[in-house]
């Protein structure tokens, strides 16, 4: 089954606006985590909300969970042109070392 | 900061030769996984490896691919009998304990099959 698929698939913004992106899943989840990459490289991880959590803050980022809905969106606020990536959802079931299954990323770019 | 590092950054093989992709974990890293994305798609998990033995594969892992820890460092992907559809980037990820969940990725291994 899909998990993980988000929306936008692009988005373009100016800089200091705020860039939100959304991520539904289908499965029962354990954590979600946010990840991002750069055009051609690696992936960094960014935030991670657990199952029991609905609400996260790291810096400028945002992240909400709703368990009900299977959805979670990231929210960038004062984005920054450095901000430009690609931001992929992850799920993992919370079996040890469980593998990730991410959605299909949405193309953020934010113009100076 | 320790970083998860992935050599050649690309490599050009051609179909039919067999290629190793190597990664080198963190250090105090337990569990160790290849992933791997098709261009323009999304990342799709390959394998997780734990305690020297693999502890899933996926449906795309099949008998061509093996994994192995060689020397306690190095962690290795290899593609027996490569095939056009299996040009992507390669990600090595480790993480540090079994209930840890942030994965520390490398920068990958672009394999082309020509």
């Known amino acids: 089954s899909q998990q993980g698929e988000e929306d936008p698939q692009a988005l373009s913004i100016q800089e200091g606006e705020n860039a939100t992106m959304n991520c539904s899943y289908k499965t029962s989840i354990n954590n979600l985590q946010w990840y991002r990459q750069n055009s051609g490289r690696g992936l960094v991880h960014l935030i991670l909300?657990?199952?029991?959590?609905r609400e996260k803050h790291s810096g400028r980022l945002r992240v909400t969970l709703d368990t009900s809905k299977k959805s979670s969106s990231l929210l960038i606020t004062a984005s920054r042109a450095a901000d430009t990536a690609s931001y992929f959802c992850?799920?993992?079931?919370?079996?040890?070392?469980?593998?990730?299954?991410f959605g299909e990323g949405t193309q953020l770019t934010v113009n100076p | 900061e320790p970083e998860v590092t992935q050599t050649p950054s690309h490599q050009v093989t051609q179909m039919g030769q067999e290629v190793i992709l190597r990664c080198v974990p963190i250090s105090n890293h337990l569990y160790f996984y290849w992933y791997r994305q098709i261009l323009g798609q999304k990342v799709e998990f390959l394998v997780s490896f734990y305690n020297n033995e693999i502890s899933e594969k996926s449906e795309i892992f099949d008998d061509q691919f093996s994994v192995e820890r060689p020397d306690g460092s190095n962690f290795t992907l290899k593609i027996r009998s490569t095939k056009l559809e299996d040009s992507a980037m390669y990600f090595c990820?480790?993480?540090?304990?079994?209930?840890?969940?942030?994965?520390?990725f490398g920068q990958g291994t672009r394999l082309t099959v020509v």
């Open positions: 909300i657990r199952s029991n959590e």
């Open positions: 990820a480790s993480i540090t304990t079994p209930v840890a969940h942030e994965a520390f």
């Open positions: 992850a799920t993992d079931a919370g079996t040890s070392g469980s593998r990730l299954t």
